[in-house]
């Protein structure tokens, strides 16, 4: 390799002197140093591996430990029969360090090379192993999301990460594979940079199928692949929809079914107290949930968002539930949701139709600063239950004014309201309590789904639930 008739003997010719091995440096190489030199040098960093024919970057520190000023070369040598190939002066004062910058242009090669290369100062020396790839760079492969489940017939989205191994660019044609009987549906060639790599966006209309099916996707390049599962829904089988509640100011539900690496994300407009005077404030997407990260994907079933302590995200046997931080001194307010297709615009897919009327109430509220206000969320249910048997309700009641407060909780039913059940609370300014409501529903023939509604004074909560029908 690299073969030159100075190769022979050019190491000893600048190691004249003697090396004596040292302990290895970080870059896992061994090092020398002449006995009496007062030389340290250290190879920082290298741009290995490179591809055949580009130019090798070496940079080293020389540290003088002499009197006076140190005037010398630094030689750059490689190879398995050591060869120099680059010469740098440099000037190094007592006690100091000199960065110094060696280059050297790779030879064509059939074949990946890994050889030694040194960084020599009058006798010291430190030594690392490099890599020359004969082809292209290897190209890692990830799959990076997709935006499965979906509708039969849709078109599936399969993204993938691309990234190149060291400080080389190359070019990559990846294919999308699909299905337990591999096909091949779609190709891209694209450029991969030295640094950061790239997406790479890999499409599929499905086939219409009568029956939901899981089949693999895979994602193929010259020297990786990535693969992942994904969900497509039959025409027999529910629609993939996503539905949006706001059930009160401070919460919100999302239903729907979502895939590895979608993001739901709340916004909030928020008071705070500025001298006696309300002044705004508001969140975009500052609160959310990644599936597949915070939760398992694919991911079916109810996200609930709610105001609350703190910020959090935590499974639950529905769904899960994000908790919102109360951003404001006097009240918070859950304005929008956003769903995956404008999570990456950070736009708001739902405004909360409440939100206006929310935050005025808080404004208002700001103004008197010494009247109470209850509050409520429904915070659970023991639905679906058996026509007859009872349904219980729990809301958390929060005084949110600026005084005390008392009043009456009630339970609210039906399509045709009817009140069930009630209760009194009493709360200081910012105590919050839970209660309990309930009443034994009607033992119908049929299964039927109704509101319940929690109702105070001053605010109110609604929630959907489902009895079964004697004959069910």
Do not use: K
Request: charged content about 20%; proline content about 6%; some cysteine.
């Amino acid at each position: 390799m690299w073969q030159t008739p100075t190769r022979r003997g050019v190491l000893e010719g600048v190691a004249v002197g003697g090396l004596v091995p040292v302990a290895a440096t970080g870059t896992a190489a061994a090092r020398t140093t002449m006995q009496d030199a007062p030389i340290d040098v250290t190879i920082q960093e290298t741009n290995s591996p490179v591809e055949t024919g580009a130019v090798l970057e070496v940079t080293a520190t020389v540290e003088y430990g002499g009197s006076g000023s140190l005037s010398t070369d630094a030689v750059l040598v490689v190879g398995h029969d050591p060869t120099v190939v680059d010469t740098q002066s440099i000037q190094v004062g007592a006690g100091a360090t000199a960065t110094v910058e060696l280059t050297f242009e790779t030879a064509i090669v059939d074949n990946d090379q890994e050889f030694p290369i040194w960084v020599v100062v009058d006798g010291a020396a430190d030594r690392t192993n490099v890599l020359v790839y004969a082809d292209a760079p290897p190209v890692a492969i990830d799959i990076y999301r997709t935006n499965d489940p979906l509708a039969t017939g849709e078109v599936l989205e399969v993204t993938a990460r691309l990234e190149t191994e060291g400080d080389v660019s190359t070019t990559e044609t990846v294919e999308l594979i699909v299905g337990h009987n591999p096909t091949t549906v779609d190709s891209a060639t694209v450029s991969v940079p030295s640094t950061g790599g790239r997406l790479v966006t890999l499409e599929f209309e499905t086939a219409l199928v009568a029956n939901t099916q899981e089949f693999p996707a895979r994602v193929v390049g010259s020297s990786d692949s990535a693969e992942r599962t994904v969900r497509v829904i039959g025409t027999n089988d529910d629609p993939v929809e996503t539905n949006v509640t706001f059930t009160s100011c401070t919460r919100a539900e999302v239903s729907g079914t979502f895939g590895d690496g979608d993001n739901v994300a709340a916004s909030t407009g928020f008071y705070d107290d500025a001298g006696g005077e309300p002044i705004y404030g508001n969140t975009i997407i500052e609160d959310w949930i990644e599936i597949g990260a915070h939760v398992d994907a694919p991911f079916a079933g109810t996200i609930v968002f709610e105001i609350g302590d703190e910020r959090d995200v935590s499974a639950t046997p529905d769904g899960a539930r994000v908790e919102v931080p109360d951003y404001g001194e006097l009240g918070t307010v859950l304005t929008g949701i956003t769903l995956p297709p404008d999570y990456p615009t950070a736009t708001i897919s739902h405004s909360n139709p409440q939100a206006q009327s929310c935050l005025e109430e808080i404004r208002s509220r700001a103004g008197d600063g010494g009247e109470g206000t209850l509050s409520v969320s429904i915070s659970g249910t023991n639905a679906p239950v058996n026509a007859g048997d009872l349904l219980e309700v729990t809301a958390v009641v929060e005084n949110t004014g600026g005084g005390s407060a008392s009043g009456t909780v009630a339970l609210v039913v039906g399509h045709d309201p009817q009140q069930v059940d009630s209760t009194s609370v009493s709360l200081e300014s910012g105590a919050s309590t839970t209660v309990s409501l309930g009443y034994t529903t009607y033992p119908a023939a049929q299964t039927t789904e109704f509101p319940v509604r929690v109702e105070t004074p001053d605010d109110s909560a609604v929630r959907s639930v489902t009895v079964y029908g004697t004959e069910s």
